[in-house]
């Protein structure tokens, strides 16, 4: 499929990440509203049907979820240059949920050029897809500043990076969700596992960053802005 840059009337190809079907039929009907501005060129859900996507639509954007079966966000935008898709040409708005540092940082050095979260309207994500398109790096308000302290070496990054890279990504969902204030039960309960695999993950989470109790737990992931 070849691909021409468009002109400045024609409407921004996008290609939509996210394993949550109902929720790219909801943006996609959002989006198919509005095609003097925006035109959807393809879905991913996975990081290999994504990769896909990406790779044949070569959309002007990418709204990409940072939580994906098979790496996440960042290992797409990964795959996408190393297949050699040229960063000025698709550019990659990370749209999701969640607002951790983690998330964020990991996206936007993976190379995103922006991060909104999903309670933006409809309006204001068609703003951001136009900006992002020519160029511009788009966050939500919250994230901004977050965002500069972050590059700006007001937080620090690495040790973060270092604390985070102990944990198994199911020891980082658990930690997250007891930083938060959910009781065991609660958590057994989002991540479909049993209260005792919950005991054992929140033991390990605790031995690995060398902390004592949930109440330190809580104190380390606020300080270093992980909920």
Known sequence: MSYEMSGEHDPVTIVLVDDHEMFRVGVRSEMEQHRDRVRVVGEGWDVDSSVQAVMTGRPQVVLLDVHLPGGGGTEVIRRCEAGGLESSATRFLALSVSDAAEDVIS??????????????????????????????????????????DAFSGSIEVASIDEDLDRLSPREREVMRLIARGYAYKEVARELFISVKTVETHVSNVLRKLQLSNRHELTRWATDRRLI
Do not use: H
Request: proline content about 2%; hydrophobic content about 45%; glycine content about 10%.
């Open 107 to 148: 996206v936007i050095r993976a190379g995103a050029r922006g991060y909104v979260t999903k309670s933006i309207s409809s309006e204001e994500l068609l703003d951001a897809i136009d900006r992002v398109s020519t160029g511009d790096a788009v966050f939500s308000p919250r994230l901004a500043g977050f965002v500069l």
